[in-house]
C-alpha cells in the first residue's frame, strides 16, 4: 500500500501566485481531509470530504482558499492568490469511513513558502 | 472557549525510563481521543485510540489513559529508546455532525538520550 501521496513536496512561490497542492488518498478509503499545520496554530483541519462531497469547509480560513475531490482518487488544494501568511505545511489525510473513531491515515505534507 | 492543551515544552528523559506525556482539554466532552506520532518533516501517524468508557488501553510500550472527569489523558512509553524521540500530539474527537473530526493538541516533543 503506497499510503497517501502527496504533491509536490516542496513549493516557493511569490505573493500573488496561484499554488495547486494535490492529493491521492489510501484507495477504498472514502474520507478525505485537508490539514494546515504552523508553529504558531499547530495541526488544524481545513475541510473534509466525505464520498468526493465537501462536507465541512469551516476551517477554510478565506474565499482565497478553494478545494475540489473530482474523483476518489484526487484532490487539489487551491490557494490563489497566495500570502507570505500562507506558508506553511499543508497535510492531506484519509480514513476508511467517516464513522466516528476512524484512524487518519497523513500524506508526507506539501512544504509552502509563499515570499 | 474550548481548549487542548499538552507539555508545551519538550520532555527530556534518559533512555529507559519512562515518559509520561499529558493532554488535557476543556469544554469538550470526546466520545474517543487519539494519540499520533509526528516525526521532523513528516505527516502524523496513529498510535492508540482510547474511548470515554475505557479507563486504560496498552499497545506494547505504550499505555493511554482517559479520564473524562479530569478531562485528562495520559501517554505512556515505557522502556524508552532514542527512537521513541519525535512530537506526540493528542487528538479528541470533536463531535461534529457524526464525522471523525479531529482537533489537535499542539503536541509535545519528547527527546530520549542515551
Known amino acids: 500500500d503506497a499510503g497517501v501521496i502527496q504533491s509536490p513536496r516542496h513549493e516557493v512561490t511569490e505573493m500573488g501566485q496561484e499554488v495547486t497542492l494535490r492529493c491521492k488518498p489510501i484507495?477504498?478509503?472514502?474520507?478525505l481531509f485537508w490539514y494546515r499545520q504552523t508553529m504558531m496554530r499547530g495541526l488544524e483541519l481545513l475541510i473534509y470530504?466525505?464520498?468526493?462531497?465537501?462536507?465541512?469547509d469551516s476551517g477554510m480560513p478565506e474565499d482565497r482558499f478553494s478545494a475540489k475531490m473530482p474523483n476518489a482518487s484526487f484532490s487539489t488544494l487551491k490557494i490563489q492568490p497566495s500570502e507570505p501568511r500562507d506558508s506553511a505545511v499543508y497535510f492531506c489525510a484519509s480514513s476508511l469511513t467517516s464513522g466516528g473513531a476512524e484512524t487518519q491515515y497523513f500524506g508526507p505534507g506539501t512544504r509552502l513558502l509563499v515570499l | 472557549s474550548q481548549k487542548i492543551e499538552q507539555n508545551s515544552e519538550a520532555l527530556n528523559i534518559q533512555e529507559g525510563k519512562t515518559a509520561t506525556l499529558t493532554c488535557n482539554y476543556t469544554n469538550y466532552s470526546p466520545a474517543y481521543l487519539q494519540w499520533y506520532r509526528q516525526d521532523p518533516g513528516r505527516g502524523p501517524v496513529f498510535l492508540l485510540l482510547i474511548r470515554e468508557n475505557e479507563k486504560e488501553k496498552r499497545k506494547e510500550r505504550l499505555k493511554v489513559t482517559f479520564d473524562t472527569t479530569l478531562k485528562q489523558s495520559l501517554f505512556h512509553i515505557t522502556a524508552s529508546q532514542p527512537a521513541d524521540s519525535a512530537t506526540y500530539l493528542c487528538a479528541l474527537d470533536a463531535g461534529a455532525g457524526g464525522y471523525n473530526k479531529l482537533i489537535f493538541g499542539a503536541g509535545t516533543r519528547l527527546a530520549v538520550h542515551p
Open positions: 484507495s477504498g478509503h472514502n474520507s
Open positions: 470530504f466525505n464520498n468526493n462531497v465537501p462536507i465541512d
